[in-house]
């Protein structure tokens, strides 16, 4: 299942980085690698393009001059962002058969060879710059039988440099120990710390920030690493920001349900037929999205599943805790679109169904018809929802549904005026885009149908304004 909607931001990342680059060195362009650091380890730089796969969305930090791109800022911000990589230091550039990108405390790598989910890896720079230390006391490996020792490296972790590596990504982000806790200057202050070295990071302890999340900071290892490979100073120099990307629109089955698991009916699906065709659009490689998604993908340069479906459930009822319950088990997520002034799903089920995954968004707060409603009450409708929903479950509310699909001109107004991303419609066929930002088409399933409708609705129906499709 996706992990619940990121709660990191561009700005909250920025807002921290004067405390965060106060300790740092000088610019590591002008830096020179010790002479025991060894000799370059990664291929020569070439002219050729990044190889990036389809690297649309991305963030330009005004700090250091640099942008970060799809699939490393996804990687970025999926890993601890700022506080665990620093600021990028370079634009990516290719060494050899790879795309990288060095950054303050880390150096990314494109490996497309890998399987999809795992092509992004993060550079040994512990390991290089440590490559000539091997008879120096902290690096030489210990007989074991230590707490906290790991033999594939033959050293220990212990103490807060231990709950530090737990609490920040372990073994896939900073890899195994290769060195004792010792004493070490830090030539950006000429001060003594205690420090330990990683295969991709070395931790220093900070006693002057005891008792804060800076206690424990990573070592600002990009710039020697970068230094000891001898790569060229002008890839340090300032880049433009990326152009935005393009608006694009897509081919989606946007499936609407209301009640599951209850006596067939129009709005109703049994639970056989729902677990069929959940069961069937898994066996068939169709992956769930959510309205993020789809957005980020139409607006922001996004990546979506080579067979994205979005399953949304209309009204908060209570029996969609079966469709929950069917969902989670396929590892599928959901959008379900709530009436703020009732409801059968309480507070607490839909705080748990965010923590699993799915995506809550606004359905109104009384479903009336809108287009007949008063100016005042379309905004109370419109508005009030949307600010209740994010008081009660402490998540942004970034899209409405129109109640009974009835909206006009007035009613996408209120609703692009009230700060959403994005209106949805109730049916109107698959073809999402950019122009339809504000009545984005569903297709309704009806407990009436066979799997056999199931399947032509979700792979080939389409429909320019169809009531009831």
Not at 377 to 402: C, H, M, N, W
Request: charged share 20%.
């Amino acid at each position: 299942m996706r992990a619940p909607r990121r709660l990191w931001t561009l700005a909250l990342a920025l807002a921290l980085v004067p405390a965060l680059t106060v300790l740092a060195p000088p610019r590591p362009a002008g830096a020179t690698p010790s002479a025991a650091l060894g000799t370059p380890s990664i291929r020569p730089i070439n002219n050729a393009p990044p190889r990036l796969a389809a690297a649309t969305r991305s963030t330009y930090f005004a700090a250091t001059g640099h942008n970060v791109a799809d699939p490393f800022l996804r990687y970025y911000q999926d890993h601890g962002g700022l506080a665990i990589f620093g600021l990028p230091l370079t634009e990516p550039f290719q060494a050899g058969d790879l795309t990288v990108q060095y950054f303050e405390r880390a150096r990314f790598e494109y490996h497309p060879k890998n399987p999809p989910g795992s092509q992004v890896e993060l550079g040994q720079l512990g390991r290089e710059l440590t490559a000539k230390r091997a008879n120096e006391a902290p690096f030489k490996p210990l007989p074991g039988g230590t707490t906290g020792f790991y033999p594939q490296t033959g050293h220990t972790l212990q103490h807060g440099f231990a709950a530090y590596w737990q609490r920040h990504g372990g073994l896939a982000i900073f890899g195994y120990p290769i060195s004792e806790e010792f004493a070490e200057v830090n030539p950006a202050d000429g001060k003594t710390y205690t420090v330990q070295y990683f295969e991709r990071a070395r931790f220093e302890y900070h006693p002057e920030f005891k008792g804060t999340d800076y206690e424990v900071e990573l070592g600002l290892l990009g710039g020697p690493d970068f230094a000891l490979h001898g790569l060229p100073a002008g890839l340090f120099a300032r880049a433009q920001p990326a152009p935005p990307p393009q608006p694009r629109a897509l081919s989606l089955p946007v499936l609407m349900y209301h009640d599951v698991g209850l006596a067939q009916g129009r709005y109703s699906v049994p639970m056989a037929s729902f677990t069929a065709q959940l069961d069937w659009l898994q066996a068939n490689g169709y992956q769930t999205v959510t309205l993020d998604d789809v957005y980020d993908y139409m607006f922001a340069g996004g990546d979506l599943p080579p067979k994205p479906v979005m399953l949304t459930f209309d009204d908060g009822r209570a029996s969609q805790w079966n469709a929950v319950r069917e969902l989670n088990a396929r590892h599928m997520t959901g959008v379900f679109f709530i009436i703020a002034g009732y409801g059968g799903l309480t507070d607490d089920q839909l705080r748990q169904m965010i923590a699993w995954g799915h995506e809550i968004e606004s359905h109104s707060m009384t479903h009336p018809f809108l287009t007949r409603v008063s100016d005042s009450q379309l905004a109370y409708e419109v508005t009030v929802s949307k600010q209740q929903l994010e008081a009660r479950l402490g998540v942004p509310i970034d899209y409405f549904a129109y109640p009974d699909g009835d909206y006009d001109g007035r009613v996408e107004a209120a609703v692009a005026a009230a700060g959403y991303r994005g209106g949805i419609a109730a049916w109107g066929g698959r073809h999402w885009g950019p122009d339809k930002r504000w009545n984005e088409p569903r297709i309704e399933i009806s407990g009436f149908d066979t799997l056999s409708d199931f399947i032509f609705y979700a792979t080939s129906f389409d429909a320019s304004s169809v009531p009831g499709r």
